[in-house]
């Protein structure tokens, strides 16, 4: 097997665990990745803002407004406004999005990250090089993508 063969089997295989992840989180929470990782910022200080899960995630407010609207309609956070600026409304975790976040099985992102960082610097710094190279090989370097290793693709809605 050539050289060209074995990295779309190793990009294959990311993207397919990316999609087996995204099978098991709706199966067991009713949550798509991004879904998930906007309750997990919400829920870290109990509510955030649009703005800081955008800034967070990496992805545009209209994205986030989408996102936090399915969230909504199923009960698991609230948009309240905010006690420090009536400009601004937080996005809060409920009871039932806390049982959610508790019960939600071990992201694919988490584990991820923890194998990432048990890695030496060069190590981290090559897998960083080789994973941009990848999305510029692939004309991906302008697409709206957050930190969440998810199959499907994130809906930008224009202004």
Do not use: C
Request: hydrophobic share 40%; no cysteine.
């Amino acid at each position: 097997m050539d050289r060209t063969d074995v990295s779309l089997i190793a990009l294959r295989r990311i993207l397919r665990a990316t999609e087996l992840y995204g099978k098991e989180l709706a199966s067991a929470a009713g949550l798509s990745a991004p879904q998930l990782r906007v309750l997990q910022i919400a829920g870290e200080e109990g509510s955030a803002t649009p703005s800081i899960i955008a800034t967070r995630m990496g992805v545009s407010q209209a994205t986030i407004t989408t996102l936090v609207d399915k969230l909504v309609a199923k009960g698991l956070v609230t948009r309240e406004p905010s006690q420090r600026d009536r400009r601004q409304t937080n996005v809060t975790v409920s009871r039932q999005g806390q049982v959610v976040l508790d019960d939600a099985p071990d992201a694919l992102q988490q584990r991820y990250v923890r194998k990432f960082e048990s890695l030496e610097d060069w190590e981290q710094a090559q897998i960083i090089a080789s994973l941009e190279r990848v999305a510029a090989m692939l004309d991906a370097d302008d697409i709206d993508a957050a930190p969440v290793l998810h199959h499907g693709d994130l809906k930008t809605h224009k202004h």
